[in-house]
Structure formats: structure tokens, C-alpha cells
């Protein structure tokens, strides 16, 4: 299935704030652009708060209508593998297809040979990008090294959707943006090679970038660096999807992309220059929301939040281990669960709320508590009550977020 120009992914841990998340691309809409949107939830996720796929679908078409959307939306099935994916086969019609952890693994040496008789030859050099990418039997080899098994995999994986659902009804993610280092673009272009000739349709694809994308945070790393990285990608994606034959509007997609402010700005202008698509995946920066808008909101929800602050720093292990990669928390930087606890609730909102404007925010307790879901999940519907309680507050931050801060600036 090819995918509209523009796709946005919003998770929503909880599942309460479809409508409120819709409403930021209905402005996005008035102001001329169309984004669609992609609920997305891992199984991970699923796993933690203890909900299957067909809640989100149902979240979704739920938001979906009461809204009156009309264009096109999807359900990401999110980093699914072969062993994960067949509890989201019903309920979704976007796979992102997770192969990082097959990277490295030794291919098979005919394979390696045939990849090399297809695709090595001359240098590419497509127009605009900083260096010339390098193909020779060497490089080849290389990248089959590192990719090779990775992508036989995602080709398994796809064949196992395709065989249980009709043709032309989901769109296909590949990422690999969990593996430990950054793919160059000349990567990328053997990477797509490669799934090329595994048959795979790709709509998108999620590289690992340069720089650290840190969970709920801003980026850390260099900004000059990751424009021409980004730019080499756009350029690589322009012109191998069409020499591949790969489907038209084949885009990249940005993964932990909520709140990377800094790079917003390159990756709008870089998009509008090469006439490019993008995906870019949100999911914790809404139940941060959600609880800093609780925590603003009475005696109740700011006990809720200082209690889940305090069982985080207790199990500070527990709920930071399956983010390890993804977190900067400076840990003499948390404010004791004493301290926290003699906030009023505006004081403790403004601590997590990602102004980075504000001294009082402090990103260490938002990372904190960008894990700390769990704990609201455990505290069930104390918890979900006061989201209940509290939604007309709570909604008008969730979609003031994903408009004022993501939206508006990715793509206006
Ligand atoms: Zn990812």
C-alpha cells in the first residue's frame, strides 16, 4: 500500500486521547497541508500496560468518526518481528518491521555473491549529495555483512503478513534504528538494494540517524551533521526508489522523533527542497502530557504523580531497563522524592512540561517519567479516572503539544 506524502505517528499509551491527538492534524489540515495520521504501539508497549492490538484499531476508528476525518489513517503495528507479529495481523495496516537485532548475523556467502553481481559497479553519484556513494566488490560485501541476514529476515516477516492479508491493504516499515550505530547513506542505498531484491514493498524506512534520539527529549548531537546526513538520505531515497524499483514515495521515517526541536527546523526545510515525503513517529511525548496536565490539575493528581515519581527513583532499574539505549538521565540531577513531594502541582507540571524556555523544567525528571508509564498502568483506575476526571484539560494539552511543538514546526 503506498502511503500519503506526509505521516505522522502518534502513540497513545493509554488510549484516551484519540480525539485529542486527531484534533492537531485537523489544524494542520485547516492550515492546507494534509498529514495522516498513524497510531502506533509496539509490543513492548502492549506488554507493559496490558492491552492487545484491536484497542488501538478501536481508538482509532473511535477518534476517526467522531471527528469526521475523511482522509486516509493507519495502524502501525510497531516494531513487530516474525514472533511478535501475528497478534497485530487483524488490526493493522502498517507494519513497521524491527530487523535491528538480526544486523551482524553472517549471511550466507551465495547470497553475498548475488547481491554483489547485482549491485556492484561504478560509484553513484546523484545529484546533491556530499560524497559519491562507493559500490566496488568491497563495499558490497561489507554491507551484505552487516544487513544482509537482516533483510532476508523483513523479507520474512512480509511474506508472513502477505500470506494473511489481501494485497494492496498495508503499508510496509522497515527500521533499523535500534541497531548500536548510525547507517551512512551509502548504507542505506545497499540496505534498499537488498530488500529490493527480497521483494519487499517498502513505504518507508527507519534508518539509525547520527546523534543520540533520546527518549521525550531534544536531540543531542551535531546539527550540521545530521542536516547533511539527512540530506544525503532524501537524495539516496529520491533517486535508488525509482533505479530499484522500489514503490513511488518511498520516505524516511524518523523514530523517537517527539520532541526533537532543534532538528525540526532542518528537517522542514530539507523536505520542502528535495519535494520529499517523511514519516515521524511520537508516542511518549502524550502520556507525558497526561500526567503533567494531572499533576496540574488538584490535590489528587498531583499525589498520583508524586507517587509514581517516587516508586520510579525506588525502581529506577525496573522501569529505565528496556529504554537503557534511549535515555541521558544525569541521575544526581532528580530531585529527591522529598523534594518533589513539597511541589505544588503546577510547580511539579512545569518540571516535565518540555519547555526548555522554563527553568524549572528539568529534562532528568521528564525522562524519568517518560519510563515511569508502567507505574501509572499499576495504579490503574486512580489513574485513568482522573484522565477521565480531568479530560478537557488534559486533551487540550495533548493536542496543544502535538500542534504547537511537532507540527506546527515540521511542517509549516
Ligand atoms: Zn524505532
Known amino acids: 500500500m503506498k502511503l500519503p506524502r506526509f505521516t505522522f505517528g502518534i502513540g497513545d499509551r493509554f488510549g484516551h486521547q484519540g480525539q485529542a491527538q486527531l484534533r492537531a492534524l485537523q489544524n494542520v489540515a485547516a492550515q492546507g497541508v494534509d498529514v495522516s495520521p498513524v497510531w502506533n504501539k509496539s509490543n513492548r508497549e502492549h506488554n507493559l500496560i496490558g492491552t492487545e492490538p484491536s484497542s488501538l484499531r478501536a481508538e482509532a476508528n473511535e477518534a476517526v468518526a467522531a471527528l469526521g476525518w475523511t482522509a486516509p489513517y493507519f495502524v502501525d503495528a510497531d516494531h513487530i518481528n516474525l514472533k511478535t507479529v501475528d497478534r497485530f495481523l487483524e488490526a493493522s495496516d502498517f507494519f513497521t518491521i524491527d530487523v535491528a537485532d538480526s544486523i551482524g548475523k553472517a549471511p550466507d556467502p551465495a547470497a553475498v555473491e548475488r547481491l554483489v553481481a547485482r549491485h556492484a559497479g561504478e560509484p553513484l553519484d546523484f545529484p546533491g549529495l556530499s560524497s559519491p556513494i562507493l559500490r566496488g566488490r568491497e ?117 523517537s522523533g517527539s520532541d526533537k526541536f532543534s532538528i525540526y527546523p532542518v528537517i522542514n526545510r530539507l523536505v520542502k527542497r528535495h519535494g520529499a515525503g517523511l514519516h515521524l513517529k511520537t508516542a511518549g511525548t502524550t502520556w507525558l502530557e497526561e500526567i503533567a496536565a ?119
Open 139 to 255: 563495499q558490497v560485501t561489507a554491507a551484505a555483512g552487516k544487513f544482509l541476514s537482516a533483510m532476508q529476515e523483513a523479507s520474512e516477516v512480509y511474506r508472513h503478513i502477505a500470506a494473511r492479508k489481501p494485497a494492496g491493504s498495508f503499508a510496509v516499515e522497515v527500521s533499523t534504528d535500534e541497531a548500536s550505530s548510525p547507517q551512512t547513506p551509502a548504507e542505506l542505498y545497499l540496505i534498499l538494494a537488498m530488500l529490493a531484491d527480497e521483494g519487499v514493498p517498502v513505504a518507508t524506512i527507519a534508518p539509525k540517524f547520527t546523534g543520540q534520539f533520546n527518549k521525550g527529549v531534544d536531540y543531542e548531537g551535531s546539527l550540521t551533521d545530521f542536516a547533511r546526513e539527512f540530506e544525503d538520505d532524501l537524495i539516496v531515497l529520491k533517486h535508488a526508489g525509482a533505479a530499484l524499483g522500489l514503490p513511488e514515495g518511498l520516505k524516511l521515517s524518523v523514530h
Open 294 to 412: 494531572i499533576a496540574g490539575s488538584g490535590e489528587e493528581g498531583r499525589a498520583l504523580a508524586v507517587g509514581i515519581y517516587a516508586d520510579a527513583l525506588t525502581r529506577y532499574d525496573e522501569v529505565t531497563a528496556p529504554y537503557a539505549t534511549v535515555l541521558h538521565i544525569d541521575r544526581s540531577k532528580l530531585p529527591s522524592a522529598a523534594e518533589v513531594a513539597s511541589w505544588d502541582g503546577p510547580r511539579l507540571s512545569r518540571a516535565i512540561i518540555h519547555d526548555q524556555s522554563c527553568p524549572e523544567f528539568n529534562a532528568n525528571v521528564r525522562q524519568l517519567f517518560h519510563v515511569a508509564f508502567k507505574l501509572a498502568a499499576e495504579a490503574g483506575p486512580k489513574f485513568t479516572g482522573l484522565l477521565k476526571q480531568h479530560s478537557e484539560a488534559v486533551g487540550e494539552a495533548v493536542t496543544g503539544n502535538l500542534w504547537d511543538r511537532h507540527l506546527k514546526p515540521l511542517f509549516l
